[in-house]
């Protein structure tokens, strides 16, 4: 069985003279969280309406649940849950009359689901009140409701939490990972926040300009992103010694240049400083370094636009 639920093979598409996307090999592992990265106009959103059908690629193809030909594409595709550019909600009806529309629309059968996705979303005490008096959290949460409808196993939301107040932001957090750890459900997130998607995804995707220029796990950007003690000193075998000794860790790399990159004591430099001082070292360089998703995501696109 594939361990992909959406591949994407030399994917382009071209407006004019402009290319949405060019040339993306990307790949989303079934029960991942997929962050995809990218500024306003880098291709996010022209992707997703590719994998959902809702625009044709110039060249390349979609692979979804191991099926990238014709009708099978087509059954795949139910098989996914979508928010695209804003829930499309009846904004004169309830939310269990949402529910109910879009269950017809899309030719679900029977109505026994729409209770406890409901009760999911948190919508299950809203009764006869209309979703044009709705907040935006719970907007967005009744979109999220109508994207579950027929138990979809794949879930692609673009800016799900786009103008949501902190407290909207982390309910539809815990619920996204509620929906992934507890129903198995796969999620592809397109987001700016990326402050949001470093607490969520197992997986990213950064896009520039049309171009993938990277796909990464979690635990890949962690140690790219690691915080620590960038040490030089004029004796580096000797620091190693005090390190190993006197602060009792092995929590360190000796680079080729001698430096010394310490992965402990980060939030404690100053115990660090004076035991080497006290060990008769002569201190060139010293000082915290590393980056977060935000700052690594920065100098990846800021390499490109100006390398």
Do not use: W
Not at 30 to 58: C, D, E, H, R, W
Not at 122 to 129: H, N, S, V, Y
Not at 243 to 269: A, C, H, R, W
């Amino acid at each position: 069985m594939d361990d992909y639920v959406l591949k994407t093979n030399n994917l382009t598409k071209k407006y004019k003279n402009q290319f949405a996307l060019d040339k993306v090999d990307l790949s989303i592992r079934k029960g991942s969280i997929y962050g995809f990265i990218g500024q306003n106009g880098a291709g996010k959103s022209t992707l997703i309406k590719v994998a959902t059908g809702l625009a044709f690629p110039t060249n390349g193809s979609v692979e979804l649940f191991g099926e990238s030909n014709g009708r099978e594409l087509i059954q795949a595709r139910k098989r996914i849950g979508t928010i695209i550019e804003g829930p499309a909600l009846f904004p004169n009806m309830t939310a269990n009359e949402n529910l109910e529309a879009h269950r017809l629309l899309k030719g679900i059968p029977g109505n026994d689901s729409i209770k406890k996705i409901l009760t999911l979303v948190g919508l299950q005490g809203t009764g006869k009140k209309k979703a044009k008096n709705f907040s935006l959290g719970m907007k967005q949460r009744l979109g999220l409701a109508i994207a579950l409808l027929g138990d979809p196993e794949f879930l692609i939301l673009d800016e799900p939490t786009n103008g949501l107040d902190p407290m909207g932001v982390v309910e539809m957090r815990e619920l996204l990972l509620k929906l992934n750890r507890e129903n198995g459900i796969t999620i592809l997130i397109s987001s700016h926040i990326l402050s949001e998607l470093h607490l969520l995804a197992t997986h990213y995707g950064i896009i520039h300009k049309g171009v993938l220029l990277e796909e990464l796990t979690a635990k890949d950007l962690h140690e790219k992103c690691q915080q620590y003690l960038h040490i030089k000193v004029d004796n580096s075998n000797k620091a190693v010694t005090m390190i190993e000794n006197e602060l009792v860790t092995t929590d360190f790399e000796v680079m080729p240049d001698g430096t010394i990159k310490l992965y402990s004591y980060v939030d404690q430099p100053g115990k660090v400083s004076q035991a080497l001082s006290a060990t008769g070292l002569v201190i060139e360089q010293f000082m915290p370094m590393g980056e977060d998703l935000e700052g690594y995501f920065t100098n990846l696109v800021g390499g490109v636009q100006h390398g």
